[in-house]
């Protein structure tokens, strides 16, 4: 069982940055590929970002492409999304999600790949 708790959301003015963490808990943390998802009110659960277990391979939706930065710090135990240029389209929970992969390093992209998930934390982009 993997434990993940995320922090770091809030209140943000459009065009302004927040960096969302991710501690993990439970199981060897260099064994997981990490993602950030998020959903808004009424709809889907979207995927944002994703980094492999060893942080060499990292995918983005094209919708926060050059504008978030995911990152990941084994020792911490923790992954990282660092968000800039926040749109008021940016507003929903986020999600940290772990998937198993002790032996591919590969970053996912789909969140039915994933077998952990945090509980969210709210990212309101709004004036």
């Known amino acids: 069982q993997v434990q993940l708790v995320e922090s770091g959301g809030g209140l943000v003015q459009p065009g302004g940055s927040l960096s969302l963490s991710c501690a993990a808990s439970?199981?060897?943390?260099?064994?997981?590929?990490m993602g950030w998802f998020r959903q808004a009110p009424g709809k889907e659960r979207e995927f944002v970002a994703a980094?492999?277990?060893?942080?060499?391979?990292?995918n983005y939706a094209d919708s926060v492409k050059g504008r978030c930065t995911i990152s990941r710090d084994n020792a911490k135990n923790a992954v990282y999304l660092q968000m800039n240029s926040l749109k008021p389209e940016d507003t929903a929970v986020y999600y940290c999600?772990?998937?198993?992969?002790?032996?591919?390093?590969?970053?996912?992209?789909?969140?039915?790949?994933?077998?952990?998930w945090g509980q969210g934390t709210q990212v309101t982009v709004s004036s």
């Open positions: 980094i492999s277990r060893d942080g060499g391979s990292t």
């Open positions: 439970g199981r060897t943390f260099s064994n997981y590929g």
């Open positions: 999600a772990a998937r198993f992969t002790p032996t591919t390093a590969a970053s996912f992209t789909t969140g039915a790949r994933y077998d952990y």
